[in-house]
T-cell receptor, first 114, second 110 residues
């Protein structure tokens, strides 16, 4: 158990809809990262937050947005969903008590867009 | 342009033998390199890392080698065990931002 929790575990929705994925980092970790893993592909970095502020941005679509709240949990919002958005979405955290570069991953949310 | 590449999508080895997983990168600004292991239906878990100032780091059966001039790193697992069967991702970090390869699926046969 990495200490990172993600909800929901599975999500099935239709094209054009909007969904919110939630992540709670390890206790004390200030950084939260979001990744997308499409079928048979690697982990694509989407965005990083540090203590409530956006720290780095990767290949995140404009239809996607994220935020980190004062209690350090984070949400990833995906809107105007397309079939190609079907993927595994991972949240990771890092910070105190670990190497700065080491990330602890949650179990992921599997999103299916029909 | 993929900055971190794992050119072998899969690798199969016999139990007890050595597994060697390879990773190449292009960005000379990367200063930290990590290997993660992923089982199905789980998130990746950190395995071992190496700073760019070193060329080798060992942790039990796992050793990571870094060749900066060739921009190449490798993960050696000796001896390989069936429980090592998983997808292995290499990642390269620049100021804390990690870029991941596409992964190599390792199968260790009993």
């Amino acid at each position: 158990d990495s200490g990172v929790t993600q909800t929901p575990k599975h999500l099935i929705t239709a094209t054009g809809q909007r969904v919110t994925l939630r992540c709670s980092p390890r206790s004390g970790d200030l950084s939260v990262y979001w990744y997308q893993q499409s079928l048979d592909q690697g982990l694509q970095f989407l965005i990083q937050y540090y203590n409530g502020e956006e720290r780095a941005k990767g290949n995140i679509l404009e239809r996607f947005s994220a935020q980190q709240f004062p209690d350090l949990h984070s949400e990833l919002n995906l809107s105007s969903l397309e079939l190609g958005d079907s993927a595994l979405y991972f949240c990771a955290s890092s910070g105190k008590g670990s190497s700065y570069n080491e990330q602890f991953f949650g179990p992921g949310t599997r999103l299916t867009v029909l | 342009d993929q900055q971190v590449k794992q050119n072998s999508p899969s690798l199969s080895v016999q139990e007890g033998r050595i597994s060697i997983l390879n990773c190449d990168y292009t960005n000379s600004m990367f200063d930290y390199f990590l290997w993660y292991k992923k089982y199905p239906a789980e998130g990746p878990t950190f395995l071992i890392s190496i700073s760019s100032i070193k060329d080798k780091n060992e942790d039990g059966r796992f050793t990571v080698f870094l060749n900066k001039s060739a921009k190449h790193l490798s993960l050696h697992i000796v001896p390989s065990q069936p429980g090592d069967s998983a997808v292995y991702f290499c990642a390269a970090s620049d100021a804390g931002k990690s870029t991941f390869g596409d992964g190599t699926t390792l199968t260790v046969k009993p």
